[in-house]
T-cell receptor, first 113, second 112 residues
Framework: EPEVTQTPSHQVTQMGQEVILRCVPISNHLYFYWYRQILGQKVEFLVSFYNNEISEKSEIFDDQFSVERPDGSNFTLKIRSTKLEDSAMYFC???????????FGSGTQLSVL | GNSVTQMEGPVTLSEEAFLTINCTYTATGYPSLFWYVQYPGEGLQLLLKATKADDKGSNKGFEATYRKETTSFHLEKGSVQVSDSAVYFCALRFQGAQKLVFGQGTRLTINP
């Protein structure tokens, strides 16, 4: 089965630093997503991206966050100035169409010190 | 708002035991309901889904029935295996919407 790939699997950064989390969605998919899970809490939707623009975002996704599809294969999440509370597991996902099955990556564990 | 609540984990069972993981939801309307599973080191995978009331989703011996009257979607399996050890997530999504609303996940460990 095709896979969504996320790198790195673990990232440690200092508070205030910029971090970029990388994802390679499934090649023929059109919809891309980021979710996160703070330890012990629910998996939360951050943002969805279609046709090179954000199609929906949550209240968590403030000005410190941005997403980009810099080329035909990568989908990135940038956190401009990380805070302690950004520590979480970040999941990338993709789907072929709205309402279709989502394929998730295995996540990037971000630790902000 | 829309939300999903799962039973707290972790859950530890012996092989061949009966499994139930409770999931209830709060939603304005009639969402589709999902169970996702995350095996160690892997991404979340869709396990099963149900799109309307009284539908039963099933896969790999797991079942869940969409109960509108109790706003529930409990996951069951009659005889669990060690290989079922994973984290299970209940989720909802409205038709045409992009985002999934997840519960917090329930870690299941099956001992031989």
């Amino acid at each position: 089965e095709p896979e969504v790939t996320q790198t790195p699997s673990h990232q440690v950064t200092q508070m205030g630093q910029e971090v970029i989390l990388r994802c390679v969605p499934i090649s023929n998919h059109l919809y891309f997503y980021w979710y996160r899970q703070i330890l012990g809490q629910k998996v939360e939707f951050l943002v969805s991206f279609y046709n090179n623009e954000i199609s929906e975002k949550s209240e968590i996704f403030d000005d410190q966050f941005s997403v980009e599809r810099p080329d035909g294969s990568n989908f990135t999440l940038k956190i401009r100035s990380t805070k302690l509370e950004d520590s979480a597991m970040y999941f990338c996902a993709s789907s072929g169409e709205v309402g279709e099955k989502l394929f998730f990556g295995s996540g990037t564990q971000l630790s902000v010190l | 708002g829309n939300s999903v609540t799962q039973m707290e984990g972790p859950v530890t069972l012996s092989e061949e035991a009966f499994l139930t993981i409770n999931c209830t939801y709060t939603a304005t309307g009639y969402p589709s309901l999902f169970w996702y599973v995350q095996y160690p080191g892997e991404g979340l995978q869709l396990l099963l889904k149900a799109t309307k009331a009284d539908d039963k989703g099933s896969n790999k011996g797991f079942e869940a029935t969409y109960r509108k009257e109790t706003t529930s979607f409990h996951l069951e399996k009659g005889s669990v295996q060690v290989s079922d050890s994973a984290v299970y997530f209940c989720a909802l999504r409205f038709q045409g919407a992009q985002k999934l609303v997840f519960g917090q996940g329930t870690r299941l460990t099956i001992n031989p």
